[in-house]
């Protein structure tokens, strides 16, 4: 079975506060995301993203972020190299932002389930709209 999650996932999953069963897989964007969330330092706050992260004591969260920094090799993120015709194809049918719609051409090409921690009513629609299975 193969998972692809979004960034909140991803940061749940490299905290150690989350597990998944078979091959997880990122967006680039996703991935881009939670990056410029933790490691960004001019910040003064804390978000969804960053704030479980920056919660975190001091060794866990350096252990967070090391795996950030060097995504673990049980992590798959796909390029746009691989994505660009898929994207091209489903951004006929699917009016996406290009979050979104990188995550559904990621799913469609790996044949992902996909996890989404937040609701995305127009995502969502276009997984099960291109036969893709959602998992909460």
Known sequence: ?????????????????????????????????????VLTTNRS???????????LPPRARQAAIRALVHLPDDVGVLSLREL????????????????SIEALAAAKTLGANVLLTTPSPRLEEA?????????R
């Open 1 to 37: 079975m193969i998972t692809l999650v979004d960034d909140r996932a991803l940061s749940e999953l490299l905290q150690g506060k989350r597990t998944f069963e078979g091959t997880v897989y990122c967006t680039g964007l996703w991935y881009v995301r939670l990056c410029q969330a």
């Open 84 to 99: 660009g015709p898929t994207i091209a194809e489903l951004r006929d049918r699917h009016q996406l932002n290009l979050l």
């Open 127 to 135: 997984i099960q709209t291109e036969g893709l299975t959602l998992v």
């Open 45 to 55: 706050d804390t978000g969804s993203l960053s704030g479980p992260i920056a919660a």
